[in-house]
């Protein structure tokens, strides 16, 4: 097991390396040192001092000096500080990860809890007409852009029903209120592709030999479906659901964006914005680091769910 | 419970509590909501540019002179921590100053005791030290070298030691007279010096604020987010993303609500508020939407106190009259036009040989520019169209003045023919091509780009449309690098008609500075040097005529428009001031807020529909019950 751990590191490492190249290309050469210059010191900034900047931040070198210094700064951690802002990169994802956390961990939670329900109700009443109903509620719900569940909830809930804030987010309980609406809209956001993938999951393992020699025993279709399917279906979705934890600590750039929630979401949505390059990359690059990490912890889990599989 | 945890949570007010509920004298403790776009860069005035984090800086850092807040056509200079306006020397080369004595830094751990000491005028000394210290990556530093005796040796000594020592290395063109007293001494005639007064950039700083923060947090330039000034707010929070909060700093007597300049249509309401102690307001809440959608719903619902009309919002908020729609107007809201000092414009190189040279080139696509049209497409009639360089508000600013190439689709095929491409072709029959650069990295901006493109192609020529990020278009710009550019323009520094005549004045020719059309004018040049150094009056008034004159006759570029939008104000907070020098939504002494209708007509305008709630708690309750019938239906099923 440790040496497949081993060479499941040695396998991130280029790609990670390639995350880091790419986003490079990205800001150093596509944005050359002028328009980062720019970009930092105003429309009204003199010459003078766009030349003096790019000497300041080694944007003058040639470009191997400037990857190999990114890529000694990313691989130590040693992010950089906002080039808009000032503030350093540590300081900036501390603040932001609580507050994306709070959004993300409820959401992701309910939303599987109702998917699982959902799938497994369907099941239950499979090629009923409940079933179809269902089913086609999820094709519409998938349809429907994250953005519009964001606008029918301010437009609707929060101003219209007058039920909880537009916007905002305050620490402590009374925080609460500000993100009750955010957390249904990402739980139901996600609640159509969910719902059918693990209906396609469940409705695999119930056509499996277990599953029919347990209702020969004689157990009860609850019971077979509840225990056994669920605990033999959740192997697969350990994969589907395991892939999605990096998001909970990146947060969500929309609902973040819109319902003002000071995560790191929020922090990359105004780093693009404002095309500040630190805080882009080291967002990037934790992104992948953790997707990476992520990747790795479902092959341990699939491994610990099922002995079937080796790590070898 | 789930609903009972829904039901408790039913409260759609998103401001934290203020900071108090009454006022010592037992009054009501008069909060403020605004929005802001993004967070503030820094509260360091000396190193600070952006608009936004000037909203907030404005309020913390009172200046030496500041901008009348009424007085706007033109606008007028007054003195703000100065007990009287500086005296000019009578060679034009040097100012006096005189600062009010009790004038207080905020209460600050920084100070013994922790109590604001006195300002001084050797804290005006530390002001041009810092920005003559590289560390401090002062943007205005370059502004202040061409004009301030000292700054440039005091620069570049610091460069070369690394460190500016303030004790030794100060900038000899300030000379302290005494303790209120001080002396600006100028490289050069530069009366435009007296509005960078008026400016943060120059507001003093406490010394000790920046020795005691700067280190802290681990962070050696803390003091940017620290903010010991001497104006009427002090900042007691900033969450990043989401809330600044400024408190009324108690005692401040720097200044007083004027008692004249008042417009006509707001005498009545502000003549009783003449020479009133400001602020008015105690408390400041800035809260932090990068969106519109969010921004406009807390303006319905009574909880922003006023917001621009963005383009999410206009259809909504503005009736095809350009009044106020109908449901707005019945709660009594404002719609306030707000108009920038900016003017935009299409420019031509004039080092293009094609355009360049071509005066009835420049002039056939002048008359082809339908200005008026443009400012209705993408700014709904509220931007006035431009038909001159100077916008309204400058000294010089010409109201009656016509569109010198007034939209005239015949004159400038005729202009074109005698420019020697008769219906857009030359001698040879071959097509004019131009080529349009401009700002198009959004498809609106595209929009804007294909419009002045369309316009040009109507008399026959071809034009190639060359689209780029706005960072591009300034580098394309310093460099020349371009045949013509649209979607660009200038907004005011300050207002003199110098910081506009001087973006056509041959010494400033870009990559140097920003005469990026490559203008080179003798006449205009010998003009613009004479009413640079003289005062407001009708021999400079007559200079700035000439000088319009000769952009004219000459067409380096095609004025488009003056950028204006919308203000929606709610009825408890009607403005007390139209000057834009302030920030559009800034000026926050001077405003005014009655809280008691803003609770009344805050209740009213959110009471919360709870019947769907019940028939949301009904289906829940049948969806489940069906949940169970299917589950034991299905129970003894074979699978």
Known sequence: ?312 | MAAAVWLAACDNNPHPPALQKTRPDGTPWVVRYQAIREDPRSFDPQYTYDQISRKVVEGVYDTLLEYHPMKTDPYELQPCMLAEMPVKAADGLSYEFRLKEGIKFHDDPCFPGGKGRELVAEDIQYVFQRIADPAVESPFQSTFEECLAGMAETHKAAKESKKLDYATQRVSGVEIIDRYRFRLRLTKQYPQILYWLAYQCTSPVAREAVAYYDGKNGREDFHKFASVGTGPYRIVSYVPRSLVVLERVPNYTTTVFPSDGFPADKAERLKPMAGKALPFIDEIQLSIHHENIPRFVLLRQGYLDLMGVDKDSFNAMVSPMRTLSPEFQNRGMILEPAFEISTFWISFNMDDPVIGKNLKLRQALAYATDSKRYAEIFYAGVAPVATQLLPSGIFGHDRERPRRYPFDLEKGKQMLAEAGYPGGRDKDGKQLELTLTGQGAGSEERQRMEFDQNCFEQLGIKVKANPVTFARLQDIEDRGDFQICTTTGWGADYPDPENYFMLFYSKNVSPVGKNYFRFRHAEYDRLFEKMVVTENGPERLEMTRNLQQILDDECPMIPTFHKAQYLSVQPWAPLTHNNLMYEVDGGHKYLVTDTVMRERLQREWNHPVLWPLFVLGGCIVAGVGAFIRGVRRSKNQTV
């Open chain 1, 1 to 312: 097991m440790l040496n497949y751990l081993i060479r499941r590191l040695l396998y991130a490492v280029p790609i990670l390396l390639g995350v880091i190249f790419l986003t490079f290309l990205l800001f150093r050469v596509v944005n050359t040192p002028e328009h980062a210059a720019i970009n930092a010191l105003g429309p009204k900034s003199s010459v003078a001092a766009r030349e003096e900047w790019i000497e300041n931040n080694g944007r003058n070198l040639p470009l191997y000096r400037q990857l190999a210094t990114h890529v000694k700064q990313l691989g130590t951690f040693d992010f950089q500080p906002s080039t808009v802002t000032k503030r350093p990169m540590g300081e900036t994802f501390l603040a932001g990860v609580g507050p994306s956390l709070c959004v993300t961990l409820p959401g992701f939670i309910l939303g599987l809890w109702l998917a699982l329900v959902f799938s497994l109700y369907q099941v239950f009443v499979r090629h009923s007409a409940a079933d179809r109903t269902i089913t086609l509620f999820c094709v519409a719900m998938m349809s429907v852009p994250t953005m519009v569940y964001i606008i029918f909830g301010q437009a609707v809930v929060a101003l219209g029903l007058g039920w909880f804030p537009v916007s905002g987010f305050h620490s402590g309980l009374d925080g609460v209120r500000f993100l009750v609406l955010p957390v249904c809209i990402m739980a139901i956001a996600g609640l159509g592709y969910d719902a059918r993938m693990f209906r396609a999951v469940f409705l695999e393992e119930i056509a499996q030999d277990y599953v029919r020699t347990a209702h020969a025993k004689g157990l009860p279709a609850t019971r077979v479906l509840g225990r056994h399917v669920l605990k033999n279906g959740l192997i697969a979705l350990i994969t589907l659901t395991v892939g999605q934890l990096p998001k909970l600590i990146m947060g969500t750039l929309l609902i973040e964006s819109f319902f003002g929630i000071p995560g790191i979401g929020n922090v990359m949505v105004l780093g693009i914005q404002t095309s500040d390059e630190p805080v882009v990359l080291a967002c990037v690059f934790l992104g992948s680091l953790f997707y990476l990490a992520a990747l790795i912890l479902t092959d341990f889990l699939y491994a610990a769910a099922d002995p079937r599989i080796r790590l070898s």
